[in-house]
């Protein structure tokens, strides 16, 4: 029953501030605000409803060592994107035409800070976690990765391969950097600076959402496996190359500090598994 109540918990928060968010698109500010108080709605909550349903400390979203693991996650997450934006550059156009919009990239940080916080408690928090405790980290990891790959379907300019490049580069990557970490700041701060970079910077399409226009003013063609197409950046194969390195880097961090879960592993050994942020 954890998981159920788990689930609807984070769900229900992300819902609602999602529908929010999404609605004030024109506001860049209010945006920015609900985004960020929709994001501590997200934490609080999965922290009441893991105390409640598990009797324990949900340390996977302690305040010690929150802000070092967010800021590396977010390093990451903004050098991931540098590194696929500069391939684009490289081998297909991406052209900068000066200033877009800065209403609308602060804006954009609500939004994607909401996205990335509620995102990553639902699915690495809840999802993967609970499903790691009873089949270990490898089917966990598939089966999320291929969950949220699948979510992405829904998006308006969204195809089959765009979601099997989001399972791949970003649905295993950030369950390897949970797994390895056992905290969800990291994730969190990786998910939030690769969309916002994306998205609020560079200006690019962020998983066929149609975005609105960030701080540049900027143009992107060429092949579309190269720039991900009407996808975005998300579908090249960079991305797919660059989160694959990175997530095996991740397991091999969680495999040298232990912190794989074998499959039959008990629960409960599981469980106690769990550790504070490195």
């Known amino acids: 029953m954890r998981f159920i109540w788990q689930l609807l918990a984070v769900a229900l928060v992300t819902m609602i501030g999602g529908l929010t968010v999404g609605a004030v698109e024109d506001?860049?500010?209010?945006q920015l605000v609900l985004g960020?108080?929709?994001?501590?709605?997200?934490?609080?909550?999965?922290?009441?409803?893991?105390?409640?349903?598990?009797?324990?400390?949900?340390t996977e979203v302690a305040r010690k060592g929150a802000?070092?693991?967010?800021?590396?996650?977010?390093?990451?997450?903004?050098a991931m994107f540098g590194a696929v934006i500069t391939n684009i550059y490289v081998n297909a156009h991406y052209e900068i035409n000066g200033l877009g919009s800065p209403a609308g990239a602060v804006g954009l940080a609500g939004f994607m800070a909401a996205a990335a916080v509620t995102e990553e408690v639902l699915f690495r928090g809840v999802l993967f976690r609970i499903i790691e405790e009873r089949v270990g980290t490898w089917i966990a990891l598939t089966l999320t990765a291929v969950l949220f790959g699948a979510?992405?379907?829904?998006?308006?300019n969204a195809d089959l391969w765009g979601a099997i490049a989001i399972a791949i580069e970003a649905g295993g990557m950030l369950?390897?950097?949970?797994?390895?970490?056992?905290?969800?700041?990291?994730?969190?701060?990786?998910?939030f600076g690769w969309n916002y970079a994306a998205a609020g910077i560079f200006s690019t399409e962020v998983?066929?959402?149609d975005t609105p226009q960030g701080l540049l003013d900027t143009v992107t063609s060429g092949p579309a496996w190269v720039t991900g197409g009407a996808f975005g950046p998300e579908g090249s194969v960079y991305s797919v190359v660059f989160g694959a390195l990175i997530?095996?880097?991740?397991?091999?961090?969680?495999?040298?500090?232990?912190?794989?879960?074998?499959?039959?592993?008990?629960?409960?050994?599981?469980?106690?598994?769990?550790?504070?942020?490195?």
């Open 151 to 156: 979510a992405h379907l829904l998006n308006p």
């Open 247 to 278: 997530t095996s880097a991740f397991l091999w961090l969680a495999h040298r500090r232990g912190n794989l879960v074998p499959r039959r592993r008990r629960a409960d050994k599981a469980a106690a598994a769990t550790t504070l942020p490195r």
């Open 67 to 78: 802000e070092a693991a967010f800021g590396r996650g977010l390093l990451i997450g903004l």
């Open 27 to 30: 506001s860049p500010w209010l």
């Open 207 to 209: 998983s066929g959402n």
């Open 175 to 191: 369950a390897a950097a949970y797994a390895a970490t056992r905290t969800l700041w990291l994730p969190i701060g990786l998910h």
């Open 36 to 58: 960020l108080l929709t994001s501590v709605a997200a934490v609080l909550v999965y922290r009441w409803v893991v105390r409640r349903t598990e009797h324990r400390p949900p």
